[in-house]
């Protein structure tokens, strides 16, 4: 049985400020998925470029999961301590940086230290953007809104997987050219 208390009046919950909170929560499931699946598509040419073997190619995808783990851990920390939007601020910067960082890398260890910052970004993200998300929206959207940012998830891994396969862009330019949408994060 339902009180009439637990009724909330219908309201309109989708307005500019909760628009954009969605952009932002899709936008960073975006990264999410496509800094994660790049890699498969870039490996080839890496691996080309930086004469290396199947171990190294291993440790170079494997590095944004171990900078995933140390970035929900942190931001978990930094989120309670600074709030979650400054979290957010600084994930996106260390996106851009570890986008940027992986995209002119030298060699194939600096690329996998690139990518375990990137891992920061991406972890730090997945632990910080969807409860960040949940708290700032109203009751009645909670959750399509932190499905945005699930469903993007896997459009990112999709559009990883279409620039990877085209071949069309280096290796370099298909990492690097997600520093964009951090900044677009960041400017929202």
Request: hydrophobic share 55%; net charge positive.
């Amino acid at each position: 049985m339902t009180h009439i208390a637990d009724k909330a009046p219908p309201t309109k919950v989708l307005n500019g400020r909760m628009l954009m909170a969605a952009v932002v929560s899709a936008v960073s499931g975006l990264l999410y998925g496509y800094d994660t699946g790049i890699i498969s598509g870039g490996l080839l040419q890496i691996s080309k470029e930086f004469h290396i073997g199947n171990d190294m190619k291993e440790v170079i995808a494997a590095a944004i999961l171990l900078g995933a783990v140390l970035g929900a851990l942190a931001c978990s920390l930094l989120s309670a301590r600074f709030g979650r939007h400054r979290t957010i601020l600084l994930i996106c910067v260390v996106f851009m940086l570890g986008s940027v960082s992986s995209s002119l890398a030298p060699t194939a260890i600096s690329l996998a230290l690139a990518r375990v910052v990137l891992g920061f970004a991406v972890g730090g993200g997945t632990q910080t953007v969807p409860m960040y998300i949940a708290e700032l929206a109203p009751k009645a959207i909670q959750g399509r809104l932190v499905l945005c940012f699930q469903l993007a998830i896997g459009v990112g891994i999709v559009i990883a997987t279409l620039v990877g396969a085209s071949r069309a862009v280096s290796w370099r330019e298909a990492i690097g050219a997600a520093a964009v949408p951090a900044l677009v994060i960041l400017l929202l």
